[in-house]
């Protein structure tokens, strides 16, 4: 038999994953069911490679009402699996055994396993197996996947049964009149559906399954004859069929499990399971608890110097980036030299400055040539300069070739009269002089501490500037690149190690930039993700399998469920003040799909870590007045999360599913290692895959437009107005129009902003560096102010835009990926942008309206959309679709 | 009487499960049917759900839902 199909069915919490784990080991694929997100995972069995199991969704029934349940049975109706491994757990037999009396009416090859036996012995109870398999006319035995026992046996069993076929008679769980009409009905389905099915078939026409029934191709002058039958029973038993069904069920099983079951008489009164949950739950202590694990996590993942950023620092920068020290072989500078004693950060810190001495100076003797000379001269002059030099150079060994002088001190007597007034070293982030450190006790101390420096009399924390004359800036010159591998055992990155691999290949300047900077860059930003998403899952996978994070959905259900969300939405939204993509991510721990597409949706709005540098580079260049500027960022973003919230769940495309809250909370137990890293290592791997694919040729594209213009020549940093994005930034620039910032620098900017979203602040610096000003930050104050009469509306415009539009691009390729099906990743991607637009819109046009700035059509189209907004968020809900709506009266 | 009066760490029998539909059958199928006896072991900290023993586990429900389950 080629391939052999084995089913893996049983309840959430009952132990089938760990069995599947057990019995697959790797070689697992995980994915979702077509066109929903409920997670799909296959594996082959270990050492048979033609067994293929296929984990099915835990279910606790095979209702028509719930995604997973119709996922899990349209599978074994459908596909037919050659058997089904049902697992069973043994502390809880009486709910688990409804889902086996469902699963054997299927007429398909079945196995009981029945797991965690180790719980049940140390409870001192007993189960009866060889009377259990008699009374469900199928194999049983038992296992504990845990400790890997049994698990072979089972999966060798459900083989054996798969290749035998059923055989035998299957358990008649009704009684009375239910019995008597359900074998009326399977009499007249005879030959109308397969034979092996026509029990399940025969319950679901009497139950009334619609689904079920147009699966079955029931035909619909049957369903008219056997009606009467059906409502006898009702009125007999004064229920609905559907209810009888289930409670003759539940009587059938209560009686099995009394004959199977020996409970031992030495029950401990409260088990740990119950102490702890006193207190996770407890009245008081329990949302202290909750915040404090959250707060756990996320120092963890995403906390400024916590393992997270850590390590997120050392795969961008150091791994994949440039290089990074060996720990505990870093040490003070030991080779003779400028940098002697130093340590590598005061070394990089002194260059930085000597750096800027240089450069500082010699822009400003420029200025001084040129005013001195005519316009344009100094240029003229260099380019004789080099010529003669050029015409002069001889090799001094074969292969020496000339290069042309970048910078020349001409006139030499002019030069001594040069001075650079108030140079500095520009931060990274915001553009703005980095703050003086002075070398004072206290201030050290402070620094040391993590603390600010608010100064101590000696200018500490002011901008740190000083002035470069000729003779300052002739030692400046002096002044080399600190070599980190004398700081330290260096360990070069990949990102180094291929451009170095790239120059010795001799390849030409645009390849290695297209190589290094594109491509290779495009996979470093997919991986730079992997520690923190890695971090996020082992401490969630952790939260899930001990038991708690069903605890959570009950501790905060209360809050969430009033704006649409469900208890667990709480966790994305955190992680996502850290990074988005995981944020995304952890939405999956949400049953509901409703929930977890609503989730999906909104957990972005929360400003992440990336563009958190937007918020800082604004706050200091334009409120800097204003210090409520960046906690209002997370202020307009919960605000959008709960009224974006209100207003989906008002839309037609979340109403109607009112999804009842009946969980399981299950018991309490020490997670192993094992399961922690298959779930783990699991969502890493999906992650990687399919989000890089869709982030690397996005990310190439960007860089490529970004560095080439129209001839495919490569263009420097400043270069930026000759490229592509220019003139694509300008095409698009009448879209920004209506936000304040319709030029091709904004529009470049918002576009690139979507590689990452700090992107947005250095494509801002590259644009506006024509612009006049002494700094950065100036240069983009002075562009902001070229957009119009109100500079400021338009920074907050741009900024809002840049924080509420959909994220980042490997956070939008997770939401495609989560969402299962590309429409709705379309519909988030629609949402966000109306929000992130809508807001800049009304913040801009009505600003400027205030600010005196008239009314005009986009005012209107501001005011006009908002009151739309606003009716989402205030219209009456949409009525619940009545079939799921429970009668609810007293 | 129904669920949701009972006070935690009192037992009671289910009568009868009023309203049809998705969320009555999937009370249902967790085990609460008619005869069973559950036990309410505690409220949410914020005052809802509710969380039950029936059938020798826990599971929570709201209080809107255990508003439909008659108890005797």
């Not at chain 1, 596909?79 to 757990?89: M, R, S, T």
């Amino acid at each position: 038999m080629a391939n052999i199909k084995i089913a893996l069915a049983g309840n959430p919490n009952c132990g089938k994953t760990t069995l599947f784990n057990d019995l697959t080991g790797s070689d697992q694929y995980v994915g979702n069911w077509p066109g929903v997100t409920v997670e799909k995972k296959d594996g082959r069995l270990k050492g048979a490679h033609d067994v293929v199991i296929q984990d099915l969704p835990g279910i606790y029934s095979l209702s028509p009402y719930s995604l997973e349940e119709v996922v899990a049975r349209n599978y074994l109706v459908n596909e037919k699996p050659d058997a089904i491994l049902n697992i069973v757990d043994g502390s809880n037999l009486e709910r688990n055994l409804y889902l086996t009396t469902q699963l054997l009416e299927l007429g398909l090859p079945m196995v009981v396993a029945v797991n965690m036996m180790d719980v049940v012995k140390r409870n001192g109870d007993k189960i009866d197996a060889t009377r259990l398999s008699k009374s469900l006319g199928c194999p049983v035995v038992e296992i504990s996947a845990l400790k890997g026992e049994g698990t072979r046996e089972a999966a060798e069993l459900a083989l054996a049964e798969a290749k035998k076929g059923v055989k035998g008679e299957r358990p008649h769980v009704f009684t009375g009149s239910v019995e008597h009409a359900l074998a009326h009905i399977e009499e007249s389905l005879h030959g109308k559906v397969e034979n092996a099915t026509s029990r399940w078939a025969a319950i679901k026409v009497f139950e009334r399954d619609k689904k079920a029934i147009e699966t079955l191709g029931v035909p619909a002058d049957i369903i008219s004859h056997v009606e009467d039958h059906i409502t006898d029973c009702e009125k007999e038993m004064d229920d609905d069929a559907e209810s009888i069904i289930t409670t003759q069920r539940y009587n059938y099983i209560q009686g099995i499990v009394g004959t199977v079951l020996t409970r031992s008489s030495r029950r401990a009164s409260t088990s740990l399971s119950d102490k702890i949950d006193k207190f996770v739950t407890h009245r008081i202590l329990a949302l202290p608890i909750f915040i404090l694990s959250l707060c756990v996590m996320w120092w963890l993942a995403v906390a400024e110097k916590g393992p997270g950023t850590i390590l997120t620092d050392w795969a961008n920068d150091g791994f994949l980036g440039d290089g990074w020290h060996l720990p505990f072989t870093t040490h003070a500078c030991k080779v003779d030299g400028k940098y002697k004693d130093m340590e590598f950060e005061d070394a990089q810190g002194e260059f930085a400055k000597q750096d800027a001495s240089k450069s500082k100076w010699e822009e400003t003797y420029k200025e001084s040539y040129n005013a001195k000379n005519g316009e344009g001269s100094y240029d003229k002059a260099l380019e004789a300069f080099n010529e003669k030099a050029k015409a002069e150079f001889k090799p001094e060994k074969e292969g020496d070739e000339f290069e042309a002088s970048e910078f020349e001190v001409l006139d030499e007597a002019l030069a001594k009269t040069v001075v650079a007034k108030d140079v500095f070293v520009e931060d990274e982030e915001t553009g703005e002089p980095v703050a003086k450190e002075c070398d004072c006790e206290k201030c050290s101390k402070k620094r040391e501490a993590g603390e600010e420096c608010d100064g101590c009399g000696c200018g500490c924390g002011e901008p740190d500037k000083w002035d470069v004359d000729y003779a300052a800036y002739q030692k400046a010159k002096e002044w080399e690149e600190p070599d980190p591998s004398q700081f330290g055992v260096w360990v070069p990155g990949i990102g180094a190690l291929l451009g170095d691999g790239l120059d010795k290949l001799g390849v030409g300047e645009t390849v290695k930039s297209l190589v290094v900077d594109g491509a290779w860059g495009g996979v470093a930003t997919v991986l730079g993700f992997v520690p923190v998403i890695t971090i996020v899952f082992l401490f969630l996978a952790f939260l899930e399998d001990c038991g708690y994070m069903a605890r959570v959905a009950f501790i905060m259900d209360r809050i969430f469920r009033k704006f649409g969300l469900s208890g667990k939405s709480f966790i994305p939204m955190i992680v996502g003040k850290g990074c988005g993509v995981p944020a995304v991510m952890a939405a999956r721990t949400i049953e509901s799909e409703r929930d977890r597409r609503m989730t999906i949706i909104l957990s972005t709005f929360i400003p992440c870590g990336a563009k958190t540098v937007i918020i800082a580079m604004f706050a200091a260049i334009f409120f800097r007045e204003m210090w409520y500027v960046a906690p209002l960022m997370d202020v307009i973003g919960i605000a959008i999360i709960v009224l974006g919230g209100i207003a989906l769940k008002k839309s037609r495309f979340f109403a109607g599913e009112a999804a009842p809250f009946v969980m399981e909370l299950p018991a309490y137990h020490m997670p192993t290692f094992g399961g922690i890293f298959h779930h783990t290592w699991n969502r890493v791997k999906g992650y990687m895959l399919k989000a890089g694919v869709i982030i690397f040729p996005a990310c190439v594209f960007l860089w490529f437009i970004m560095h080439f213009d129209w001839h495919f020549n490569l263009l420097a940093d400043e270069a930026i107005e000759q490229s592509m994005l220019h003139d694509m930034g300008s095409w698009i620039a009448w879209f920004f129009a209506p936000l304040g910032f319709g030029s091709w620098q904004g529009a470049a900017a918002s576009v690139s902003a979507e590689i990452a979203k700090e992107q947005a602040t250095a494509t801002l610096g590259l644009v506006a560096a024509n612009m006049d000003g002494a700094s950065t930050a100036a240069q983009i104050s002075n562009l902001f102010a070229s957009f119009g009469d109100f500079p400021k509306l338009a920074a907050m415009s741009f900024m809002l835009f840049n924080l509420f539009v959909p994220p980042c691009m490997v956070a939008i390729a997770t939401t495609f990926r989560e969402m299962g099906a590309a429409k709705w990743g379309w519909f988030a991607i629609a949402f966000q942008l109306f929000v992130g637009y809508a807001l800049a819109l009304s913040v801009y046009q009505i600003g400027v309206l205030i600010a005196g700035g008239g009314f005009g059509v986009w005012t209107a189209v501001a005011i006009l959309v908002d009151l739309w907004v606003l009716w989402t968020i205030f219209r009456p809900a949409r009525k619940a679709n009545g079939e799921l709506k429970l009668e609810n009266g007293k | 009487m129904t669920l949701d009066e009972v006070k935690p760490g009192q037992a009671a029998t289910i009568a009868r499960l009023r309203g049809d539909g998705a969320t009555k059958r999937r009370i249902m199928d967790m085990g609460l049917t008619k005869g069973t006896e559950v036990t309410v072991r505690k409220i949410a900290p914020l005052g809802d759900p509710i969380e039950l023993t029936v059938r020798g586990y826990e599971l929570s429900i709201r209080k809107d839902e255990a508003a439909a389950i008659e108890v005797a």
